[in-house]
């Protein structure tokens, strides 16, 4: 590589860097990235369409791909939701579950307090999040043991 083609990948590569999906690049600026390609390739003819394509989409974020993104972040943001009712969850039936035990032996108004508080915060976000037949199946087996314990306690939640 010459230090003129050196320059135009600089040249082309601060325009690249100026664009977005929603702005286009100048002609200018896929030439000199169809140009860069063309050596990169040894500068064979008979590539100057595939060249002048690939120039184009390189100044581009394919739409796809900005919505692969969102769906990613999307099902990472739902399963941080869905770990949240779990986790809450398991507090509330190991907190119900010592209140059960500790009955008659010592006052249990902290662990029913905080299952119940527990349960409540985590059964109002289920509404608010599609579950997996898995998960909801789990949560729903959690939330039945906390309804027991508290059964058990002669208490509804």
């Known amino acids: 590589m010459t230090s003129h083609d ?17 702005t286009l690049p100048s002609d200018q600026a896929i ?3 169809a140009y860069f390609l063309y050596k990169q390739r040894g500068g064979r ?3 100057a369409l595939d060249d002048w394509l690939n120039a184009e989409s390189a100044f581009r974020v394919p739409e796809t791909s900005t ?3 969102a769906q990613i972040q999307e099902e990472k943001s739902k399963a941080a939701r869905v ?4 986790a809450g969850l398991d507090n509330a039936v190991t ?6 035990e500790a009955q ?7 662990e029913r307090v905080n299952a119940r508080s527990l349960y409540h915060t985590a059964t109002r976000k289920v509404d608010k999040v599609e579950l997996k037949e898995s998960d909801a199946g789990e949560i729903e087996e959690k939330a039945d043991k906390v309804k027991s314990n508290f ?3 002669g208490e509804s939640l």
């Open 45 to 47: 003819d008979g590539f």
């Open 104 to 110: 008659g032996a010592r006052d249990t108004s902290h």
């Open 67 to 69: 919505q692969y993104v």
């Open 95 to 100: 907190f119900s579950g010592a209140a059960v």
């Open 31 to 33: 030439r000199e990235k």
């Open 151 to 153: 059964n058990k306690l």
């Open 6 to 22: 050196a320059e135009n990948a600089i040249k082309v590569e601060s325009a690249l860097s100026g664009h977005n999906e929603s």
């Open 83 to 86: 770990g949240f009712i779990k």
